[in-house]
């Protein structure tokens, strides 16, 4: 079966930088397109980063764009999340994702708070 886990979250002060990581298992990895979501809350699981199966192409959320980067090792069916600039406002648990066979498949989430 699809699992998904993530790792890597944890506070941190405004500015700093985290890296997350998706470990992802029971399916062909290097097929699907991977995505990052956040909910913050009281609010929406929104969009964070997504990247192709190769890496090739990435696309962001305007409110994350220069700050995070995705990336992905298909040899370590890893998937990651880089995150500079840290701001109060991307305080959320942060979800790894994948759409597959008209399902979308979640971890179970990691906590990032950005406070000082």
């Known amino acids: 079966q699809v699992q998904l886990v993530e790792s890597g979250g944890g506070l941190v002060q405004p500015g700093g930088s985290l890296r997350l990581s998706c470990v992802a298992s029971g399916f062909t990895f290097w097929w699907y397109d991977m995505s990052w979501y956040r909910q913050a809350p009281g609010k929406e699981r929104e969009l964070v980063a997504r990247?192709?199966?190769?890496?090739?192409?990435?696309n962001y959320a305007d409110n994350v764009k220069s700050r995070f980067t995705i990336s992905r090792d298909n040899a370590k069916n890893t998937v990651y999340l880089q995150m500079n600039s840290l701001k109060p406002e991307d305080t959320a648990i942060y979800y790894c994702n994948v759409y597959r066979q008209s399902s979308d498949y979640w971890g179970q989430g990691t906590q990032v708070t950005v406070s000082s």
């Open positions: 990247i192709t199966s190769t890496g090739g192409r990435t």
